[in-house]
């Protein structure tokens, strides 16, 4: 069993910055591919990042350039460091975990992030 606490979501301007964290409990982060999806208002919910135990990433096309994924296999916390903030990255911000070994899928309750002046 993996349970995820997001944090460090909230209101930034256009152009500002934010990190999100993701904090993991049990010993399967470190055989987790971890990763970052997003749900805008009205939309689906979409994959935005994720890293694999290896470190390996794939970055959405919307948020390539701009967006950073990593992970702390000590602390057993992923972060995605967003830049250059647009009105459209505005959406709720969920962290999944996918176990190497059993396929489980975990997911956290989500973090606002609004990008607005």
């Known amino acids: 069993q993996v349970q995820l606490a997001e944090s460090g979501g909230g209101l930034v301007q256009p152009g500002g910055s934010l990190r999100l964290s993701c904090a993991a409990s049990g010993s399967a982060f470190s055989t987790a591919t971890m990763g970052w999806y997003r749900r805008a208002p009205g939309k689906e919910r979409v994959l935005v990042a994720r890293?694999?135990?290896?470190?390996?990433?794939n970055i959405a096309d919307s948020v390539k350039g701009r967006f950073t994924i990593s992970r702390d296999n000590v602390k057993n916390t992923v972060y995605l460091q967003m830049n250059s903030l647009k009105p459209e990255d505005t959406a709720v911000y969920y962290c999944?975990?996918?176990?190497?070994?059993?396929?489980?899928?975990?997911w956290g309750q989500g973090t606002q992030v609004t990008v607005s002046s």
């Open positions: 999944n975990a996918l176990e190497l070994i059993t396929r489980a899928v975990y």
């Open positions: 890293i694999t135990p290896g470190g390996d990433t």
